[in-house]
């Protein structure tokens, strides 16, 4: 099965942390929602995979009003196969959601939320420029249930510079009271270009990053809640099916400025470009390249150790014997240091050192 996701690049404001593709100027709503919807037919004549997840990811996709989000889930089910049991994901901003905008985007078929939360402590949120306060929050939260929808996640940043690891145990007490089936949470990286890096804002050291870390995991735990990813926890069966879909290798189709796309051996994406993107010239506005087995490699190691699934052993002897005996050398060294472990036939990172993964998987990587 495969996945779609659909880019909404608009914003009201960028926040500080923020260094995805996005823009503030709205104008252009009504334009590009006609130039999505020109795509999917598009993109359909290739595109020919069945569809069990549609994700809705920006920018700010609780922008759009719920019959505009209605029109782009029609021309999706108009042209692909969809499943009757699709996941639909929507992210949005605590403070776009009042009841009726629930209701009825429930009502219209979106059956899972990500919300934006990030922090419940107003400083924090103040810091980030985030549009919402810490009440928003919570009563965007308490709104989503009561409106009917029974898979809420929410995402969380932890690691912020100004912040420590009692008022994260503090933010945290907070997120598990809360009523949602799943949290996705990052750790805060100051990124080139983004408005923290020119405030010339520094990344936290490594002890207080893993302290924090440490104590994310234990909290969720406690809350019942499954590591399954090294960003992402969840109650029993409520994972994003979407997001699996791309650490499992499953073929996708990014719609939208700045999307990106994989299927039939080839990585595609939209340029990041609006105006560009609503001249409907679709093909001028994609680039693609075809995956070597150097790059299928790599991409089975990234995605493999950062979810609790791990690596196929099996998979990496069928289909990378070029590659195995490096393999076979780069994964007995980290089981002795403590950092993989194998089980039932796959090479698995331990939680509490998916802290460090990046550093494992760069012996791994073959350039």
Known sequence: MAGIYIHIPFCFSRCG???????????????????????????????????????FGGGTPSLLKPHQLEKIMLSVF??????????????????????????????????RLSIGVQSLQDYDLQTMCRRHHSAQAIKAVEQSAKAGFRN????????????????????????????????????????EGTPFFQRNMK????????????????????????????????????YSRHNSSYWNDSPYLGLGAGAHSYYDGKRYWNQQNVELYCSNQFDSVREDEILSKTDLFNEQIMLGLRTKRGVDLAKIQA????????????????????????????????????????????DFIIV
Request: proline letters at 3%.
């Open 203 to 238: 990344n936290v050291d490594n002890d207080e990053s893993l302290a924090q870390y440490l104590l994310l995991c234990e909290t969720l735990n406690r809350k019942g809640m499954e590591h399954y990813e090294i960003s992402n926890f969840c109650m029993p069966d409520f």
């Open 17 to 55: 942390y923020c260094d995805f593709y996005k823009i503030t100027d709205l104008h252009l709503i009504e334009k590009y929602i006609q130039s999505l919807q020109n795509e999917i037919t598009f993109r359909s004549e290739s595109f020919r995979f069945p569809v069990s997840t549609v994700y």
């Open 78 to 111: 108009n042209s692909f196969d969809v499943a009757a049991d699709t996941e639909i994901t929507c992210e949005c901003n605590p403070d776009d959601l009042s009841f009726d905008y629930l209701k009825n985007i429930c009502e219209s078929g979106i059956n």
């Open 319 to 362: 289909d990378f014997t070029c590659f195995i005996a490096e393999f076979n050398v780069q994964a007995k060294k980290w089981q002795e240091r403590g950092a993989l472990y194998i089980e039932n036939n796959h090479l698995i990172c331990n939680e509490e050192k998916w802290f460090i993964v990046d550093r494992v998987i760069e």
């Open 152 to 191: 809420i996640g929410v995402d969380l940043i932890y690691g912020l510079p100004w912040s420590n690891r009692t008022l994260f145990a503090e933010n945290l007490k907070l997120f598990a009271s809360l009523p949602v089936q799943h949290l996705s949470a990052y750790h805060l990286t100051i990124e």
